[in-house]
């Protein structure tokens, strides 16, 4: 694929999570009802002109609920994925870098954590912590600290026995400038990658959590939250449901494409 | 009497695996003097890519020593790449050589300014320089290793090489991933950069390229040497049959 498309297509998928940014953050203020403010009288509601996607159990619009539950969903999972690649990739390259007796701890303790299956670990940590997001988002970040641990070790591993590495080392060059100027910038564009691409995956799981009732507490608009509240009114108001379920669908694809157009972009010559 | 930049005694490596042993470099000696090129010579897994490794401070020996400047070298310590400042080392694959992301500026760069103080100015006019010297033009400073053909890419290995002016270039395999035509010009620009004084240590399984370039051969067989002279002496009277098969296999 030529340059200008691959351009074309990672600009038309930024400016849709833009977008999505814009309508989560900024939104919240301009919208027509309170998303927190019950009306028994005004429950169940189908999608109308007064509530485009209709109204929950307890008359609220569901609309609204979704843009405030959305800068909580996005939000929560920006910060597991800051703080988990973080921590895994500091790990990672500590591991990676020096190896020895530190490639040896750290690649044990990597293994421990993936004796468990990461959904059950997440539920467990979730579980003993308590409700609140704060748990949750701890929660994940124990599960996914590994991915970023891995992948940055190996990328260093590799790296590191490349023969321009040797070559700057026979230069002078000290540890640091190596990692700085050679290490740090090669590995950057794939956990940058990675970390976009599990945007989605983290947005589900904490939408798991809170389904399960282990993240976000009522009446917190979160959207798995609300989809676990609403699941018992399937029959009688599937748009509740349905229409939290697009908005989950549409940010995790959003951030998918954008993962994916960020791959083809670094990776093109 | 010739003068001794390089003197490797008894130098022998074992890497353990997890059911044996292999000794990779068993009990080699050599010495290369000022000036004069020095070609490991054998075939492929005998051992030479890792005496270079060992010189260059990329592998710790497991016994003997390497002599440098009459200095016994360290290893895999602070003063291991202290020892090694006037150094140089070209690798087989030209493009793993240059850092991708850097430009050939960039890279010609960083052979300079982790010892010397240079202007800019000066980096770049000395860049020029070497490039010249190695029939490349100005032009290819701002572009990319990805830019380059691998010949053009070994020439810039080598041009960064020469930046400081090292006494001893170790060139491990540096012609095997080049065409013909390409193989016989770094040849030429090796010949041109020993008569300038720099010593060499030729790393090679293709015995025709020593001809010209080498004074002396060493021939190594499963980690040993097993014969080493003059190169006319190899070349013309060699008196262990693996060289003469390489001898032949060659021309």
Partial sequence: ?269 | MEKTILSVKNLSKTFNQRNHSVDAVNDISFDLYKGQCLALVGESGCGKSTIASIIAGFTAPSGGCVMYHNTQLSFQNKSAQQQRSTMQMIFQNPLSSLAPRMSVLENMKEAVIYHEKWSNEKIESEAIRHLVRMGLSEKYLNRYPHQLSGGECQRIAIAKALMRQPDLLICDEITSNLDVCVQAEIIRYLIELKQSGISILFITHDLSLTGQLCDYIAVMKNGKIIESNRTEEILNHPKKEYTQTLIKAAF
């Fill in chain 1, 1 to 269: 694929m030529s340059k200008s498309k691959i351009n074309k297509k990672l600009g038309f998928r930024l400016g849709f999570l833009i977008a999505l940014f814009f309508l989560f953050f900024i939104g919240p203020f301009f919208l027509p009802h309170e998303p927190f403010e019950t009306n028994i009288s005004q429950a169940f509601l189908p999608p109308s002109s007064q509530h485009i996607f209709g109204t929950d159990n307890l008359g609220r619009c569901i609309f609204c609920r979704i843009i405030a539950g959305g800068k909580i969903s996005v939000f929560t999972s920006l910060a597991v994925m800051t703080l988990s690649s973080v921590i895994g990739s500091i790990l990672g390259i500590i591991a990676g870098y020096y190896g020895g007796i530190w490639d040896k701890i750290i690649s044990d303790i990597i293994t421990v954590f993936q004796a468990f299956p990461s959904f059950v670990l997440a539920i467990a940590i979730a579980g003993i912590l308590g409700q609140s997001i704060k748990n949750a988002i701890i929660a994940l970040c124990a599960v996914y600290w590994i991915t970023y641990a891995k992948l940055s070790r190996s990328l260093v591993q590799q790296i590191r026995s490349d023969n321009y590495i040797k070559a700057a080392w026979l230069c002078g060059a000290p540890p640091t400038s190596i990692f700085f100027k050679y290490i740090l910038p090669s590995i950057i564009g794939s956990l940058f990658i990675t970390v976009v691409l599990d945007i989605g995956s983290v947005i589900l799981s904490m939408a798991g959590l809170s389904f399960l009732g282990l993240g976000a507490v009522r009446p917190t608009a979160e959207w798995g939250a609300v989809i676990s509240e609403s699941r018992n009114f399937m029959q009688q108001a599937p748009w509740i449901i349905g229409f939290n379920g697009l908005a989950l669908f549409l940010v995790v694809i959003g951030f998918n494409l954008f993962g994916e157009a960020m791959d083809e972009k670094i990776n093109c010559k």
